[in-house]
């Protein structure tokens, strides 16, 4: 009687459904949802994506995904970024959800992140919003967003009663840079070339708190930060940046220049 108690109990367990959501599910080379909730997409299941579809790399941008069903009482997410469309593993850029109240939440940080829900969200009008942000690698490049939704019955089983779909991976582009080449160019930049241990003048009229951005060649940001100029001039030398030519850009209020260095 004891074993059979056993038995019955751990065939309830399995049989529920995991409420914080699982990981592994996203790309369209998987299984999906199947593996529990039936073994095809559903199409009664919409799930659609708003947010930019273009970043500068380290840029971070706010993301909703909405899942919409006639008749499903609550719906599950499971959400993640990788360098190609249907890439089974791993992930780019960072992912994250609001501190508390999103309903969601960050499984497998780092190389393997994923968003689920924490537990599943009440439909309002036939769906419901997952509301994430990501912020871009800082390798330029096209880079994938893949999502599974579960539209379910709310009787608390994984059962091919409950409906399940997913998004068609989005290529969200991580670019260099789109305006720099239509700004003005320095009067003059040295010491030209700069060497690690030099510091680097632009303009004598950028003076005090300035942006300034310095790409590589490669597209990769290696400086992003406010400084300090007095008459042009860096605040330090730039002395962590490698052999290269790079492109540099300073803001200041409404004045923004560009041009080029090279360090030796």
Avoid at 61 to 72: D, K, S
Avoid at 212 to 228: A, H
Wanted: aromatic share 6%.
């Amino acid at each position: 009687m004891v074993r059979l108690f056993a038995v019955l109990v751990l065939t309830s367990v399995i049989a529920m459904a995991d409420p914080g959501g699982k990981t592994g599910f996203t790309s369209k080379t998987s299984s999906g949802c199947g593996s529990c909730h039936g073994g095809n997409a559903g199409a009664a299941v919409s799930v659609s994506l708003t947010g930019p579809r273009t970043l500068k790399p380290g840029e971070k941008a706010e993301f909703t995904i909405v899942v919409g069903h006639a008749t499903a009482k609550s719906a599950g997410i499971s959400i993640t970024v990788r360098n190609a469309a249907t890439a089974p593993s791993g992930s780019a850029g960072t992912l994250a959800v609001a501190a508390s109240g999103s309903g969601m939440r960050v499984k497998n940080p780092g190389s393997g992140q994923e968003i689920t829900q924490s537990a599943p969200k009440t439909m309002t009008n036939k769906q419901v919003s997952f509301t994430f942000s990501w912020t871009a690698p800082a390798t330029p490049g096209s880079y994938y967003l893949q999502s599974v939704a579960n539209a379910v019955n709310g009787d608390g089983r994984e059962s091919d009663a409950d409906d399940w779909a997913f998004l068609e991976p989005v290529e969200l582009k991580v670019e260099a840079t789109s305006s720099v080449v239509d700004l003005p160019v320095f009067a003059s930049i040295y010491p030209n070339p700069l060497a690690p241990s030099q510091t680097l003048h632009l303009d004598a009229e950028f003076v005090g708190p300035t942006s300034i951005r310095v790409v590589s060649t490669q597209g990769v940001v290696v400086v992003d930060e406010m400084m300090d100029l007095a008459n042009g001039a860096l605040p330090r030398p730039l002395a962590e940046l490698p052999r290269g030519v790079y492109m540099v850009t300073a803001t200041n209020g409404i004045m923004s220049r560009r041009g080029s260095f090279i360090v030796e």
